[in-house]
């Protein structure tokens, strides 16, 4: 009975939580210059996208395949038993995953400080977080 729920919830987090968690936040696009309907792209609209692309990365990426790698590591503690090796691996595996969103986070703070020091980048509060505006004269 244990390995029948086992499976189910395993299916059912791999298949389901990555995906409520990308309809969530991943949304907007990465470019937005240039087509029709939006202002013309200039030099200000390089680090938009830069910006929207490490956002895509950071909030969309990087969480759904820390939380399967999680999930992994999970599964391989629940089925090592007596198999250090098995243990070792799962160990290792949630490790890298912590450790990898530690340093992901980091360079994300680190990054948009930068920007927010250069100008470009601007604080608005703990639901937008940083935001790049760029504005074409005349439009």
Do not use: R
Request: with cysteine; charged share 5%.
């Amino acid at each position: 009975m244990q390995k029948i729920f086992l499976i189910i919830f395993t299916v059912f987090s791999i298949l389901f939580f990555p995906a409520f968690q990308a309809h969530a936040i991943c949304e907007g696009p990465i470019v937005p210059c240039g087509a029709t309907g939006q202002p013309p792209c200039n030099f200000c609209h390089i680090f938009e996208i830069a910006s929207n692309i490490l956002n895509l990365i950071l909030t969309c990426a990087a969480p759904i395949i820390a939380s399967l790698m999680l999930i992994v590591g999970g599964i391989f503690f629940l089925v090592s038993g007596s198999s250090t090796d098995l243990f070792t691996k799962g160990k290792t595996i949630v490790t890298a995953a912590i450790v990898g969103l530690f340093i992901i986070f980091i360079s994300y703070m680190a990054l948009n400080t930068l920007l927010a020091s250069v100008g470009v980048a601007e604080w608005t509060g703990l639901e937008g977080g940083f935001q790049i505006e760029c504005s074409v004269p005349g439009h």
